[in-house]
């Protein structure tokens, strides 16, 4: 089974920027979308963003809509988030995700089957 595993987060301060990476232990060809969510503490998981490997289209939640992009590298089979202008209410644990579900939306965490460990994001004021 493939594992995903998030690396690139940390504390940082509000307006600085952070890129989260999410790479998959090994190659794979049956994904339909990658994305992110978050989780913040008394909060329910959260969509980010996602990214669709048949065409490369992005989905963005509208509270990070131009600050945040999401990309990936095919070949190594890893996503990347770039954030900038980051916030205190972006402070949440992240989460990668990837389905192997063809006939998914893309946005909500029951399309997703395989998930990362997290990686916290901590954006001080």
């Known amino acids: 089974q493939v594992q995903l595993i998030e690396t690139g987060g940390g504390l940082v301060q509000t307006g600085d920027s952070l890129r989260l990476s999410c790479a998959a232990s090994r190659r794979t060809f049956t994904w339909s979308f990658m994305a992110w969510f978050r989780q913040a503490p008394g909060k329910e998981r959260e969509f980010v963003a996602s990214?669709?490997?048949?065409?490369?289209?992005?989905y963005y939640a509208d509270s990070v809509k131009g600050r945040f992009i999401i990309s990936r590298d095919d070949f190594k089979t890893t996503m990347y988030l770039q954030m900038i202008s980051l916030k205190p209410e972006d402070t949440a644990v992240y989460y990668c995700?990837?389905?192997?579900?063809?006939?998914?939306?893309?946005?909500?965490?029951?399309?997703?089957?395989?998930w990362g460990q997290g990686t916290q994001v901590t954006v001080s004021s």
């Open positions: 995700s990837m389905s192997l579900r063809p006939w998914v939306t893309g946005l909500n965490s029951t399309d997703f089957d395989l």
């Open positions: 990214i669709k490997r048949s065409d490369d289209n992005t």
